[in-house]
Each structure stands twice: as structure tokens, then as C-alpha cells.
């Protein structure tokens, strides 16, 4: 499975961005789909997930009341919605592919494929 992520960029605080993540090579609809992100100097940090039927979702602290993922299997795309932004949300931004049979509570290392990143920088 390749990913591609996109949709970054320099947006002010209290903006908003929307990062999606197309899938290509492999039966998208069979995987969870997880971001990532990582801050310079800082270890990689969970944002959030959503499992393979969109139903259900988890969240990592910081995303938690201002993010929202969602998925559209029928265009192998997920989605992550990301209002009212900190400069501390400064990060390259991952998706990653997580197996149907794992939970939603699994760790990085369990994320089969990833994309390239995607770069979120929000300015004071």
C-alpha cells in the first residue's frame, strides 16, 4: 500500500487545515488509518484513528475536541480536520495503514505502511 499525504501548510492560530491521505496498492477498506505527527527535536506523537468502516475513532490527547478524522473508502482517502490550531500542533504530519485486527489502541510499531508526511506549521 502507498500512501500520500497532503495538504499542509502555514496557517495562522486558531486556523484550520484539512490533511488527507489517498491510498493506492492495496484494499484500503481492510486497514485502519492512523496520523501521526512529529515536532523537531520531539518524538513521534499519536493524533488520532479511525477504524476500517469509519464507525469508530480514537483520539490522542492533544487532537482531542479540535480534530476530527473520517475516511471515504470508495476514494481509498482519509481525512484529518484540524480547527482551532496551536503553534505547539507544528509538526510533520503521517498517516499510516494499521491491519483490521488490531486495535485502535495499538501502538506505531504496528502500522504496516506510511506515508512521506506532510508538513503543518502554525504561526503565533
Known amino acids: 500500500v502507498q500512501l500520500q499525504a497532503c495538504g499542509g501548510g502555514l496557517v495562522q492560530a486558531r486556523g484550520s487545515l484539512r490533511l488527507s491521505c489517498a491510498a493506492s496498492g492495496g484494499t484500503f477498506s481492510s486497514y485502519s488509518v492512523g496520523w501521526f505527527r512529529q515536532a523537531p527535536g520531539k518524538a513521534r506523537e499519536f493524533v488520532a484513528v479511525i477504524g476500517w468502516s469509519g464507525h469508530s475513532t480514537h483520539y490522542g490527547l492533544p487532537a482531542q475536541g479540535r480534530f476530527t478524522v473520517s475516511r471515504d473508502n470508495a476514494k481509498s482517502t482519509a481525512y484529518l480536520q484540524m480547527n482551532s490550531l496551536k503553534p505547539e500542533d507544528t509538526a510533520v504530519y503521517y498517516c499510516?495503514?494499521?491491519?483490521?485486527?488490531?486495535?485502535?489502541?495499538?501502538?506505531?510499531?504496528?502500522?504496516?505502511?506510511w506515508g512521506q508526511g506532510t508538513q503543518v506549521s502554525v504561526s503565533s
Open positions: 499510516a495503514v494499521l491491519p483490521i485486527g488490531y486495535g485502535l489502541g495499538s501502538p506505531a510499531m504496528q502500522y504496516d505502511y
